[in-house]
Antibody, heavy 114, light 110 residues
């Protein structure tokens, strides 16, 4: 069974940093692209970043230069380093699998507030 | 990259069919057959319902179908059931090597 479990969310002040983790199981992690997608309360889904199997990374303009996605295949883990956080980054952050974004974790809440 | 355009809400009675549209540009929906649809119930993670425009993952009811014409993709749900009431999102790969989601559509089963 595919499982994705996010952790690392919490309350952080504007301008601060946070590192999210995603533990994957039930599939060959190294063979899949992986994504982070976020959702502010009551709002729609917003794609945040992706990393390919070769470690190539992709970001939308809204987070480019502030967020860094990475992976550690030996630990079946995905990460999102978030710097210079803003109130607008407040959301549930989901880890998701594959080019088709076919499986999602349950999400971890990030709150940016003073 | 702007979000794909979806209607804010649609509704239908049990047994009826509804269609949700997802409009983008030639740089996303119109340029690639990498359009997906997701169902999200309140407080839950999204669930993949359609991928690559019209393919259903294993376990998804054949009442759900997808199509595309030009820059607009569509999700059709036939034989509406109460449990279909949820938010639905489309997504597409883009020419910038990024992904973009639609704003979401709230489906109400009357």
């Amino acid at each position: 069974e595919v499982q994705l479990v996010e952790s690392g969310g919490g309350l952080v002040q504007p301008g601060g940093s946070l590192r999210l983790s995603c533990a994957a199981s039930g599939f060959t992690f190294s063979s899949y692209d992986m994504h982070w997608v976020r959702q502010a309360t009551g709002k729609g889904l917003e794609w945040v970043s992706a990393i390919g199997t070769a470690g190539d990374t992709y970001y939308p303009g809204s987070v480019k230069g502030r967020f860094t996605i990475s992976r550690e295949n030996a630990k079946n883990s995905l990460y999102l380093q978030m710097n210079s956080l803003r109130a607008g980054d407040t959301a549930v952050y989901y880890c998701a699998r594959g080019w088709e974004i076919d499986y999602w974790g349950q999400g971890t809440l990030v709150t940016v507030s003073s | 990259q702007s979000a794909l355009t979806q209607p804010a809400s649609v509704s239908g009675s049990p047994g009826q069919s509804i269609t949700i549209s997802c409009t983008g540009t030639s740089s996303d929906v119109g340029g690639y057959n990498y359009v997906s649809w997701y169902q999200q119930h309140p407080g839950k993670a999204p669930k993949l319902m359609i991928y690559e425009v019209s393919n259903r993952p294993s376990g998804v009811s054949n009442r759900f179908s997808g199509s595309k014409s030009g820059n607009t993709a569509s999700l059709t749900i036939s034989g509406l059931q109460a449990e279909d009431e949820a938010d639905y999102y489309c997504s597409s790969y883009t020419s910038s090597s990024t992904w973009v989601f639609g704003g979401g559509t709230k489906l109400t089963v009357l």
